[in-house]
């Protein structure tokens, strides 16, 4: 038990928090690249076996499916329990279960519905991952930087997000698709290594009493967002953001194979176009910042996506497709950046898990259903013009919430 007094000593000291930090962003962004490296072969194995927009969207809903039930018990549970704990297990599930895609693939029994059940399973893991990582970067980040942490955090993985699926194209083309998932694999090697070193700051009691049934701790989550105005309206934005602007990530495979006719090499240089832009963009918001600043950045972000979505729309091919998807992805990350902030800036200690839990689960589910949804549609109406006409809806959205947002937040 005298572990703890050293731990609050160390945590004093600004230099090991820096220093742990960068290590935590390294070891996140080194996971991160093997996971967008498998979340590249994934959709690309789906639409090679099905070249149908509609798979390629189910295989995105596994977040949906996973993320409904798994995000509000994964926050209660964020705040009951011990970090570093909590967040050795859940990347220990998560590399078993890389191991057994490898498996499938090299066995050749992947099949469209495995690979559905496989991915909600990897989305349950992820999904339990999320909200411990996300308060393990705030109790790493040095003091009064929150909002600077998060923005190198997405660094890290935007960068991730880059190499990632440029990786896997090049793995894909030479070295087989098996080769992608030994890859991610391997990656984790780097994060249980920086997990030993930052234990004696992670490795503490759970934030939140247990003196409650779990299921309280999940209602109080729900109705803590409810009754708190700026945060409510907060989850709005997010959630228009999430199911009509970010969509187009998933639906990757489909653009580059269907819409512009490539292989995997376009599906990599897609992915990695929106992760330059998601690099400039969070490099931008490494400056310390208000909260009424961040809420304006958030606003102004939204309307900058819709835009540069609905210019991707009206593309012909990758030369302007590409720069369009950039853009779209310096807006995106900005957007995120300044929505995480606020929403761990203006909750209470003891509701943080509970709130950024929730708020992952937004993120991650309604860009999945969104994603369905236009897959779906896609066979139908062109998929281009659909994430287009999302964006619009998207923008007409924020534009009417701007008046309320400017008396709660300017």
Same mark, same amino acid.
């Given at each position: 038990?005298?572990?703890?007094?050293?731990?609050?000593?160390?945590?004093? %000291?600004?230099?090991?928090?820096?220093?742990?930090?960068?290590?935590?962003?390294?070891?996140?962004?080194?996971?991160?690249?093997?996971?967008?490296?498998?979340?590249?072969?994934? !959709?690309?194995?789906?639409? +090679?076996?099905t070249?149908?927009?509609?798979?390629?969207?189910?295989?995105?809903?596994?977040?949906?499916?996973?993320a409904?039930?798994?995000?509000?018990?994964?926050?209660?549970?964020?705040?009951?329990?011990?970090?570093?704990?909590?967040?050795?297990?859940?990347?220990?599930?998560?590399?078993a279960?890389?191991?057994?895609?490898?498996?499938? *693939?090299?066995?050749?029994?992947? %099949?469209?519905?495995?690979?559905?059940?496989?991915?909600?399973?990897?989305?349950?893991?992820?999904?339990?991952?999320?909200?411990v990582?996300?308060?393990?970067? !705030?109790?790493?980040?040095?003091?009064?930087?929150l909002?600077?942490?998060?923005?190198?955090?997405?660094?890290?993985?935007n960068?991730?997000?880059?190499?990632?699926?440029?990786?896997?194209?090049?793995?894909?083309?030479?070295?087989?698709?098996?080769?992608?998932f030994?890859?991610?694999?391997?990656?984790?090697?780097?994060?249980?290594?920086?997990?030993?070193? *930052?234990?004696?700051w992670?490795?503490?009691?759970?934030?939140?009493?247990?003196?409650?049934?779990?299921?309280? +701790? *999940?209602?109080?989550?729900?109705?803590?967002?409810?009754?708190?105005?700026?945060?409510?309206?907060?989850?709005?934005?997010?959630?228009?953001?999430?199911?009509?602007?970010?969509?187009?990530?998933?639906?990757?495979?489909?653009?580059a194979?269907?819409?512009?006719?490539?292989?995997?090499?376009?599906?990599?240089?897609l992915?990695?176009?929106?992760?330059?832009?998601?690099?400039?963009?969070?490099?931008?918001?490494?400056?310390?910042? %208000?909260?009424?600043v961040?809420?304006?950045?958030?606003?102004?972000?939204?309307?900058?996506i819709?835009?540069?979505?609905v210019?991707?729309?009206?593309?012909?091919?990758?030369?302007?497709?590409?720069?369009a998807?950039?853009?779209?992805g310096?807006?995106?990350?900005?957007?995120?950046?300044?929505?995480? %902030?606020?929403?761990?800036?203006?909750?209470?200690?003891?509701?943080?898990?509970r709130?950024?839990?929730?708020?992952?689960?937004?993120?991650?589910?309604?860009?999945?259903?969104?994603?369905?949804?236009i897959?779906?549609?896609?066979?139908?109406? +062109?998929?281009?013009?659909?994430?287009?006409?999302?964006?619009?809806?998207?923008?007409?959205?924020?534009?009417?919430?701007?008046?309320?947002?400017?008396?709660?937040?300017?």
């Open positions: 038990m005298t572990a703890i007094p050293e731990a609050a000593a160390l945590d004093s %000291s600004p230099e090991p928090r820096i220093r742990n930090f960068v290590l935590f962003a390294a070891a996140q962004c080194a996971g991160a690249t093997g996971i967008w490296a498998q979340k590249t072969a994934v !959709g690309w194995l789906v639409w +090679d076996l070249h149908s927009p509609a798979w390629v969207g189910a295989i995105a809903l596994s977040d949906l499916i996973a409904i039930w798994v995000a509000p018990f994964a926050g209660a549970i964020a705040d009951r329990s011990n970090p570093y704990r909590l967040i050795r297990l859940t990347q220990l599930f998560a590399m279960n890389t191991g057994v895609v490898w498996g499938l *693939v090299v066995a050749g029994l992947a %099949s469209p519905l495995l690979l559905l059940a496989w991915a909600v399973i990897d989305a349950t893991f992820q999904g339990f991952n999320q909200p990582r996300m308060l393990v970067t !705030g109790s790493l980040a040095p003091e009064g930087r909002s600077q942490a998060i923005a190198a955090n997405s660094i890290a993985f960068l991730a997000r880059t190499i990632g699926p440029a990786i896997a194209g090049l793995l894909m083309l030479y070295s087989g698709i098996s080769s992608v030994l890859l991610n694999a391997c990656s984790f090697v780097a994060v249980f290594a920086v997990l030993l070193h *930052v234990r004696r992670i490795d503490r009691p759970a934030s939140a009493p247990r003196s409650t049934r779990l299921i309280g +701790d *999940v209602r109080s989550g729900f109705a803590y967002i409810r009754n708190t105005g700026p945060i409510a309206m907060l989850f709005l934005l997010t959630l228009s953001f999430a199911l009509l602007a970010r969509p187009f990530t998933e639906l990757f495979p489909a653009i194979g269907g819409s512009f006719a490539g292989g995997p090499e376009l599906l990599a240089m992915m990695s176009a929106q992760g330059i832009g998601a690099l400039i963009g969070a490099s931008w918001m490494l400056k310390r910042r %208000s909260l009424q961040l809420a304006r950045i958030s606003y102004a972000s939204a309307l900058g819709a835009a540069s979505l210019v991707f729309a009206l593309a012909a091919g990758p030369l302007v497709a590409l720069p998807i950039a853009v779209a310096l807006f995106h990350v900005a957007c995120n950046i300044a929505m995480q %902030s606020m929403a761990q800036l203006m909750s209470a200690p003891a509701m943080r898990g709130v950024v839990a929730l708020y992952t689960l937004i993120f991650r589910a309604a860009p999945a259903l969104g994603a369905f949804v897959g779906i549609l896609a066979q139908w109406i +062109d998929l281009q013009a659909l994430i287009g006409l999302a964006a619009a809806a998207f923008a007409l959205a924020v534009l009417v919430m701007v008046p309320k947002a400017r008396r709660l937040y300017f």
